[in-house]
């Protein structure tokens, strides 16, 4: 891809972002400020907009040029978790309802190929029944879109799990660049924007419910990638893939379990929101947000390269 492509997607990302939050703040939709809040200053929960209309835009350019940059049917399963999360940044969507719809967006997943049919020899399993497929596929796409969700609590981190995830997938490809580079390059340009607008001492703009479920969406498809038959993990690193998919997406999924295990055990609803997580634990005794983001983008890349390298030496 020419990188003039990704300058335009930085640019774009920017200007709407500061576009779409001034007219949010012209018509009073503002996030509200609470004791679960990080914040408490002015901000809008517009980013998801924000990265979700860049890609837009950018694709419908380069399609209507018959330039395919990406498989462009994954606009529908995108598309239909950034509205549902949109509805829920202004309607506080029952989680029921939610549940539902992510289930028919894992299935249209499971239609168009990504779905998990091999375990690679987890627990002693290759090739699955087609109904177990799709079953682990729609409970981990369940786990993984809600974990993304979750995390997206303080400045900067959810933004930072995803670039993450999407660039180690990239850099241990033993085939170079996915057929989804372009897809996640172009989210990870527009999302860039987001660093200034997140650390801003006022005016914030949040990713939201539209941004975050639009980012776990994106995460799972690179997993599901992940666990297919195209991808090949570097000769160098023998480690197995499922394994490697959960080490790609570590921290939202340890953070998951624990806070859902700690609700549970308090007679609460796990998903009743709270100030339990563990990046909230840590921001209180760091202070900072970008310190604590950095901390635990950190302590993640330690213990995934640790494992993988480990892999690599015993195999």
């Known amino acids: 891809m020419e990188i003039s492509i990704f300058l335009t997607a930085l640019l774009l990302s920017s200007l709407l972002h500061f576009g779409i939050q001034k007219i949010f703040i012209r018509y009073k939709k503002f996030d509200d400020s609470n004791h679960r809040s990080s914040h408490k200053t002015l901000a809008t929960r517009t980013g998801g907009i924000g990265v979700f209309t860049t890609l837009l835009l950018i694709t419908l350019f380069y399609y209507s ?17 950034f509205i549902v999360g ?4 202004f309607y506080n969507a029952d989680f029921k309802l939610k549940f539902f719809l992510q289930i028919i967006v894992a299935k249209i997943l499971i239609d168009q190929g990504y779905v998990i049919s091999n375990y690679h020899g ?9 109904l177990a497929a799709q079953m682990t596929t729609v409970f981990v796409f369940l786990v993984v879109i809600n974990a993304i969700n979750f995390i997206d609590g303080i400045d900067g981190l959810a933004i930072t799990e995803v670039a993450k995830t999407i660039i180690l997938i990239e850099f241990f490809s033993g085939s170079q660049a996915t057929s989804l580079f372009p897809l996640g390059a172009l989210v990870m340009t527009s999302l860039l924007p987001l660093y200034y607008f997140n650390f801003k001492k006022k005016r914030k703009v949040f990713l939201g419910d539209g941004g975050s479920l639009l980012l776990g969406t994106l995460v799972m498809v690179y997993l599901l990638y992940v666990l297919g038959i195209d991808y090949r993990l570097s000769t160098d690193y023998q480690v ?3 394994l490697f998919a959960v080490l790609a997406s570590l921290y939202p999924l340890v953070d998951l379990l624990r806070v859902f295990i700690l609700r549970i055990k308090n007679g609460q609803s796990p998903f009743v929101a709270d100030q339990k997580h563990l990046h909230h634990i840590l921001l209180k005794k760091i202070k900072k947000q970008p310190l604590t983001t950095l901390f635990i983008l950190l302590i993640e890349l330690i213990v995934c390269s640790s494992i993988i390298f480990l892999f690599a030496k015993l195999s």
């Open 65 to 81: 040029q018959g330039v395919r940059l990406f498989d462009y049917s994954l606009f529908i399963p995108l598309g239909i978790m």
């Open 240 to 242: 197995n893939k499922v």
């Open 86 to 89: 949109v509805y829920d940044d």
């Open 122 to 130: 987890l627990f002693g399993l290759y090739e699955v029944p087609w």
